[in-house]
């Protein structure tokens, strides 16, 4: 056999010879002490090398430029899985394919776990259940716990009016460290700096083209005629436009800046984050692209972080760069309490470690912990920062630009030979104040302000008078006993380990942030979390649509350079530079007065239009590369359609409903490759695709023009479980009769020209799955839904047009409504729709003590002055702190709808009263089975039983009823955009099987697998309070819907 084998051609003699080399590398992995390799199935793991380069094969490896695809095999016989052919891929292009790895054989029963002790990692669970190992982690051990020393703060401390901390405690410890002759001799780092904001006041583009590019092109200049003058630059974003422009003399003097140590890059992230409302994944994106741009352009990477300006500081971005090897970082804005703490304590500079640690590790190696600088004072300006006196600072802001009057350029006096001893010795004095709440006696001391040295009068100003004060000092070093200089924060870091052995540690977080500089009042900066919420939305869509986008664009672009489509592969470099642009326009919103909602209406606008512009071009992308992987040898383009429809960037998108049942000729929905035939569409076909990277059992939501329709899998079986829903017109505000003057306003109508159609879809790992749907003129009728409803008809609607179309109507029973399966029993408020008790069964079906649930809705009514897009404080007169607005649902409809339904949901429970959110499953981080899942899972083999409660049965009342316990509340309220937001993404397939028909145009619809529901879809955030009214009855109106399930199915969902 293997002689003939040989005589068919070299392909078969290098495939022979793979497996050959394949089998001998698993021998070898044996010899060295691994767990069999033995996968679970045929599907062979790609690693894919991505942009920078590490060639490392660790399937379990979290480094971002590793992409895992197990990708799924594609041939004609089965054309709804991609394949691609494992033996030609290594050959051709060298790829790393690893199998995967078989759980290790346990000698206890399936499910048992074993303990091993990892010497350099700490304690390491192997669990067959698990695919790899699972580190125990605990809570880390810290000098300095957040949470125990914020109780313990005075927040309406005595110095509260003079702003000012330094109190007399403070100056008699500066007086005995004068005759500390042990204490370190006094160092001093001068930092002159520039905070460039990438759009705040003005936009992005008109900061730089005004300020930014005018400062970098002074530095580089100036730098070279001031051989002592030091800078540093940290907004990435600002460079990269200035480097684009610049002449390559300028950038051969930066680059020279830069490895001399005299300019240094701090943080190197595209912007200075947000660390309250940015996701984890847009914020490490942004370090990356700022990083790379760094490494290919300049070749250097940061060592320092510099965070002055976001509003708070969270322990994210620490262990971030602290993964990013870095030395040390600087933060600006906390607590005015915990400014006066470190200060007392001489706890400024701390290591900040993250919350958990791996059991069994050692201090040596710790991840995540991060040493870090607190600025002492309140503010990074020169007034704010020299000492803990403002108005002494003053004197030393040197900026005196010809009409430019600001309290600096008044007081401030430049430095002559008159003057300089007198100015020399006041500034040492603050300095020394400064250095004092240190025990190394360093103090590091930022000269500058937001959008300084743009003025070269500016930059002679500041450098010349303060070149003048240290020369002085130096000059007479035995007098003042101080070392001072320019220099950089790494100069600093330096210096502070070579005087410190050890550092205190820290573990929790610096929110809400709070100062009292500004008027001598506490004023939390708590408003920025929700201020515009529709933008922090289009940053999350554009976050999950990047990624999807870099995923398939990853795949096809390889596949075509694999099979030589020269166009394709033309297409995709073209395109690549629109990736590029949405990655960089999504880390830009991610500057902390983007996301956080703090800049200018124009500017947020300008914002908004390149998140949505970018949204536009990865959808698209989206869209060719999944042409390209579903083809079969054929060209065709442009025949898939995402199924969400995005107008402009101030609305939401809409659904594109899938084109069955209307007329080809004309319709925007012709086919490809059928023709114009005048016949109606009977058949069409979408796709799935699952952008995570591990299975996903996922309720799928499609709109559909006709509710007579099945749906078939990409196995060609028919499902059997579909539930179809009507669609409510209560979003349209003319359906509503708002402003109309309707007598039919507020009414809820069955949309007669849409319907919606859920099943429940498995998909694997990073796979695109066809699915198909057809007419039903027959069986339909069974996953139609029931409305009970009793004021669901319009009186007013012509006879010709019905409001509840296919679907029954019925009259709402009395009494609260009850879901019950095998598992446990819930009760819903007939009034309200929220859940009211939860009761669980035990394994022979008995029915356990009931836990009472409720859930309100309390609001705080913000003052009329200190509240605004950054601030919030509640309104002093408000004589009650919440407010209950539970008595609005009482005037709204209730609306139950009894359907075939799919089946798995998750029940977020929690042990407090807070309300929490009802959401679909979706994967968790560590993959359980049913049986270990922590929150209750109705399984497909459960039975349910929906019923309604009489009054008399139970009491409507939200109450609790002793002796039950405290509730486990659940939020089920879910807003009507809630399918699309976590359906995975659905696009739709045309390519020719004998189970479904080619069909033209059929939808795409994306997933939102990062979105939480429940968001706020409006732009505007200065309504009237009457529009506020009718907008917040409409939101109401949306909730207030019950589906209540058949027996068949155990999936629960509210609207």
């Given at each position: ?270 912007v200075m984050t947000d660390e309250a409302n940015v996701h984890i994944y847009a914020m490490l994106d942004q370090l990356i692209e700022g990083h790379q741009w760094l490494r290919n352009n300049l070749n250097v990477t940061p060592t320092v972080g510099w965070s002055i300006d976001p509003f708070g500081h969270g322990s994210t971005v620490p262990y971030l760069l602290s993964g990013s090897n870095f030395e040390g970082a600087i933060i600006q804005r906390i607590h005015y309490a915990w400014k006066q703490w470190f200060a007392r304590q001489q706890n400024g500079d701390f290591i900040w470690t993250p919350y958990w640690e791996k059991q069994g590790g050692t201090q040596s190696n710790k991840q995540g912990q991060l040493l870090m600088h607190n600025m002492p004072f309140d503010i990074y300006s020169i007034k704010g920062s020299c000492g803990p006196h403002p108005y002494i600072c003053l004197n030393f802001d040197f900026r005196k630009i010809p009409g430019e009057y600001t309290e600096y350029s008044v007081k401030a006096e430049f430095i002559t030979d008159e003057n300089i001893e007198k100015k020399a010795q006041l500034l040492l004095e603050q300095y020394a104040r400064t250095a004092s709440l240190f025990p190394h006696n360093v103090a590091l001391i930022p000269v500058g302000d937001d959008f300084r040295y743009n003025k070269e009068r500016e930059v002679d100003q500041q450098y010349i ?591």
């Open positions: 056999m293997s002689l003939k084998l040989f005589r068919r051609g070299s392909a078969r003699c290098l495939g022979l010879l793979s497996a050959f080399v394949t089998i001998l590398l698993c021998l070898y992995y044996i010899s060295m002490g691994q767990p069999t390799l033995q996968p679970k199935d045929t599907t062979a793991t790609i690693t894919i090398i991505g942009g920078s380069g590490s060639t490392s094969s660790n399937a379990g490896n979290a480094n971002g430029a590793l992409l895992h695809l197990p990708l799924q095999h594609f041939n004609k016989n089965s054309p709804h899985k991609i394949k691609i052919n494992d033996q030609e891929t290594l050959e051709k292009h060298k790829y790393v394919i690893l199998q995967q790895k078989q759980q290790q054989q346990l000698s206890s029963a399936v499910g048992s776990i074993a303990v091993s002790n990892d010497d350099e990692t700490g304690m390491v669970v192997d669990n067959p259940n698990w695919d790899g190992k699972c580190y125990i982690l605990n809570e880390s051990v810290t000098n300095i716990t957040a949470g125990d020393e914020y109780p313990k703060f005075d927040f309406q401390p005595e110095w509260i009016r003079t702003k000012e901390y330094w109190d007399r405690g403070f100056e008699e410890r500066f007086e005995a460290q004068k005759s500390d002759k042990e204490r370190p001799s006094l160092k001093i780092i001068v930092v002159p700096h520039s905070h460039n904001d990438p759009g705040w006041l003005k936009t992005f583009v008109n900061y730089f083209q005004a300020d930014s590019r005018q400062i970098l092109n002074l530095m580089v200049t100036k730098m070279q005629e001031y051989k002592e003058m030091t800078f540093i630059w940290s907004e990435i974003s600002f460079l990269q436009l200035w480097w684009d422009q610049a002449h390559p003399t300028k950038q051969r003097a930066l680059k020279r800046l830069i490895n001399s140590g005299r300019l240094e890059i701090t943080t190197g992230g595209w008078n303060y070149k003048k004060l240290i020369d002085h000092i130096m000059d007479n070093k035995r007098l003042y006993n101080v070392d001072i200089s320019f220099g950089t924060p790494k100069d600093y870091f330096n210096e502070i380990r070579k005087r410190s052995e050890s550092f205190p540690t820290f573990k929790g977080d610096f929110f809400v942030y709070s100062d009292i500089f500004s008027e001598g009042r506490p004023a939390y900066w708590s408003g920025y979390y929700t201020t515009r919420p529709f933008y922090k939305i289009m940053s999350a869509d554009l976050e999950h649509n990047l990624r999807a986008a870099e995923i398939l664009f990853t795949i096809a672009y390889n596949n075509a350079l694999k099979f030589h489509h020269e166009n394709a592969i033309k297409i995709f470099e073209k395109n690549y530079e629109k990736m590029i642009n949405a990655r960089r326009n999504l880390a830009l919103f991610q500057h902390h007065d983007a996301i956080t909602g703090t800049s200018k209406a124009a500017v947020m606008r300008d914002y908004a239009m390149r998140l949505f512009e970018s949204t536009q071009d990865v959808v698209k992308m989206q869209e060719s590369t999944i042409e390209l992987l579903i083809q079969n040898g054929t060209s065709h383009h442009n025949f898939l359609l995402s199924e969400l429809e995005r107008d402009n960037f101030s609305k939401l998108p809409r659904k594109t409903p899938i084109p069955l049942g209307i007329n080809s000729i004309g319709s925007d929905f012709v086919d490809i490759n059928l023709g114009l035939n005048g016949e109606k569409a009977k058949s069409t076909s979408f796709v799935i695709y699952n952008s995570l990277a591990q299975k996903r059992l996922e309720v799928i939501t499609l709109r559909t023009l006709v509710p007579n329709i099945k749906v078939y899998n990409e196995l060609g079986a028919e499902l059997r479980h579909l539930q179809i829903n009507p669609v409510w017109n209560i979003t349209d505000p003319y359906d509503l009769g708002i402003n109309t003057g309707s007598s039919s306003a507020g009414r809820i109508r069955v949309s007669t020209r849409q319907y919606e159609v859920m099943f429940v879809a498995q998909l694997d790992a990073l796979s695109l799955n066809t699915y198909r749907v057809e007419i039903d003129e027959v069986n339909y009728k069974h996953a139609m839904a029931t409305i009970y409803c009793d004021e669901c008809t319009d009186t007013t609607t012509p006879p010709s047009v019905t409001t509840n179309g296919e679907f029954t109507v019925k009259s709402k029973p009395a009494g609260d409504v009850q879901l019950e399966n095998n598992h446990m029993r819930l009760l819903f408020d007939e009034k309200t729709g929220f859940l009211k008790t939860v009761t669980r069964k035990n394994k022979d079906q008995k029915l356990l003590q009931p836990m009472q649930c409720a859930i309100k809705f309390a609001a705080y009514r913000s003052a009329q002055f200190h509240s605004g897009a950054y601030l919030f404080k509640t309104d002093p007169e408000q004589s009650e702190r919440e407010k209950d607005r539970k008595t609005i649902y009482d005037e709204l409809p209730n609306i139950s709808e009894k359907t075939v339904c799919c089946q798995t949901i998750v029940i977020d429970i929690d042990c407090f009263l807070a309300p929490k959110k009802l959401s679909l499953t979706r994967p968790a981080i560590y993959p359980f089975s049913s049986s270990q899942y922590p929150y209750p899972i109705l399984s497909p083999d459960m039975s349910q039983v929906a019923s309604w409660h009489t009054p008399s049965v139970y009491s409507a009342a939200s109450t609790f009823r002793n002796p039950y316990p405290s509730s486990l509340p659940i939020n089920t309220t879910i807003p009507s955009d809630f399918p699309f937001r976590f359906s995975p993404s659905l696009m739709p397939s045309v390519h020719s099987s004998p189970h479904h028909v080619l069909n033209s145009h059929p939808a795409v619809v994306t997933p939102g697998p990062k979105q939480d529901c429940g968001q706020d879809s409006t732009t505007n955030h200065r309504f009237s309070s009457k529009k506020k009214e009718q907008m917040l009855i409409l939101q109401l109106r949306k909730l207030n819907a019950i589906i209540i399930l058949r027996p068949s199915l155990d999936f629960l969902v509210q609207f």
